[in-house]
T-cell receptor, first 113, second 112 residues
Framework: KQEVTQIPAALSVPEGENLVLNCSFT??????LQWFRQDPGKGLTSLLL?????REQTSGRLNASLDKSSGRSTLYIAASQPGDSATYLC????????????FGKGTMLLVSP | NAGVTQTPKFRVLKTGQSMTLLCAQD?????MYWYRQDPGMGLRLIHY???????AKGEVPDGYNVSRLKKQNFLLGLESAAPSQTSVYFC???????????FGQGTRLTVV
């Protein structure tokens, strides 16, 4: 069974800091890994999708890396802003079966002005 | 661009009542999913569909039924609601097995 763990569960930083969110998964047989953002009371917004053959993806101030062999991914946020405050979720899509998404429990990020 | 739309957004049910949650997507996606999100538990898969007319059980299917009569719609039914089904329900869709997932805005359901 695929298990996804996100560390830390919560993170509080001052504005302007660079930060790293971590995601680990137990089964390396994956199609891809996706990072989402969720604002309180809202749905999930896709941030980055990394295919299993890729090492990293970048979008603006966000950079996600994937090390499939070690079962790890990181989301790097550069020059954090208060608007980045949200819960960040990672999810992996398994290679086996119908390849549904398995989610971590998320990292709640608070960026203070 | 509508994307994935869930109806209703909020609902309060009494124990034993039934209801249907509707998920509609206008992106011609083959795959559709229903998740529930509970504090401390993360998102857990209830049921999913890999195409029109197909459904399959996910991680927590008990107490729920689904139907996919039309490609664009995926219905989640609660035949006899229980307080344990109080949760936020999310629908998602993907074009294929290894593609990006798109989520709806969620349905907040309270069973009293």
């Amino acid at each position: 069974k695929q298990e996804v763990t996100q560390i830390p569960a919560a993170l509080s930083v001052p504005e302007g800091e660079n930060l790293v969110l971590n995601c680990s998964f137990t089964d390396s047989a994956i199609y891809n890994l996706q990072w989402f953002r969720q604002d309180p009371g809202k749905g999930l917004t896709s941030l980055l999708l990394i295919q299993s053959s890729q090492r990293e993806q970048t979008s603006g101030r966000l950079n996600a890396s994937l090390d499939k062999s070690s079962g790890r991914s990181t989301l790097y946020i550069a020059a954090s802003q208060p608007g980045d405050s949200a819960t960040y979720l990672c999810a992996v899509r398994r290679l086996k079966g119908y390849s549904t998404l398995t989610f971590g429990k998320g990292t709640m990020l608070l960026v203070s002005p | 661009n509508a994307g994935v739309t869930q109806t209703p957004k909020f609902r309060v049910l009494k124990t034993g009542q039934s209801m249907t949650l509707l998920c509609a997507q206008d992106m011609n996606h083959e795959y559709m999913y229903w998740y529930r999100q509970d504090p401390g538990m993360g998102l857990r898969l209830i049921h999913y569909s890999v195409g029109e007319g197909t459904t399959a059980k996910g991680e927590v299917p008990d107490g729920y039924n689904v139907s996919r009569l039309k490609k664009q719609n995926f219905l989640l039914g609660l035949e006899s609601a229980a307080p344990s089904q109080t949760s936020v329900y999310f629908c998602a869709s993907t074009p294929g097995r290894d593609t990006e997932a798109f989520f709806g805005q969620g349905t907040r359901l309270t069973v009293v």
